[in-house]
């Protein structure tokens, strides 16, 4: 199984770009979620979404959109991408919203110059 | 608001020694308690839980955790390192009443196992 894959795995933007980190599983999961890593704050929730149609905000939401038409997909956009964006995303899935095991895609390396 | 600390941001052992990560955390409520493990340029791999019942639990590789109601700690051990186990560890709670949109991340120690 292919689990959770995230595409693409590096990418380096212009300050004000915009580009789609793109998210998928397999699993058939209803919660996906967006986190970020950075050094010495260990992982952020930007946004997630508990099923088709619903999205919510995490805890550091600003300068990143999502949707979630399907089950599958869950993508996030930065509109107008800043240098405070660089970073390291995870998507992560689970079987609901309180299913104790997560998990995660293999990350994409975003640095924004 | 919850949290979890990793006081190390390092642990270095040596090969065939028992290891320790540390971790501490605090809720309002009855804590899920989680450690993951992210090996390099790889997604984060759900290691082991504690939800309820035996205070020891224990995961994949020989990985167990020790869960201490009264230190607020969920401390993750192995008897004997392995080099394969270095990696960065990461430890994880939510209040039971939360789902996984509160899950709180500590900021990681990274284990380096020295043949």
């Known amino acids: 199984n292919a689990g959770v894959t995230q595409t693409p795995k590096f990418q380096v933007l212009k300050t004000g770009q915009s580009m789609t980190l793109q998210c998928a599983q397999d699993m058939n999961h209803e919660y996906m979620s967006w986190y970020r890593q950075d050094p010495g704050m260990g992982l952020r929730l930007i946004h997630y979404?508990?099923?088709?149609?619903?999205?919510d905000q995490g805890e550091v939401p600003n300068g990143y959109n999502v949707s979630r038409s399907t089950t599958e997909d869950f993508p996030l956009r930065l509109l107008s991408a800043a240098p405070s964006q660089t970073s390291v995303y995870f998507c992560a899935s689970s079987q609901d919203r309180v299913s104790e095991k997560l998990f995660f895609g293999s990350g994409t390396q975003l640095s924004v110059l | 608001a919850q949290s979890v600390a990793q006081p190390e941001d390092q642990v270095n052992v040596a090969e065939g020694n028992p290891l320790t990560v540390k971790c501490t955390y605090s809720v309002s409520g009855n804590p899920y308690l989680f450690w993951y493990v992210q090996y390099p340029n790889r997604g984060l791999q759900f290691l082991l839980k504690?939800?309820?019942?035996?205070?020891l639990v224990k995961g994949s590789y020989g990985f167990e955790a020790e869960f201490n109601k009264s230190q607020t700690s969920f401390h993750l051990k192995k008897p004997s390192a392995l080099v394969s186990d270095s990696a960065l560890y990461f430890c994880?709670?939510?209040?039971?009443?939360?789902?996984?949109?509160?899950?709180?991340f500590g900021t990681g120690t990274r284990l380096t196992i020295i043949p």
């Open positions: 994880a709670v939510r209040d039971i009443n939360f789902g996984n949109e509160k899950l709180t």
């Open positions: 504690y939800i309820t019942g035996d205070n």
């Open positions: 979404s508990v099923g088709a149609g619903i999205t």
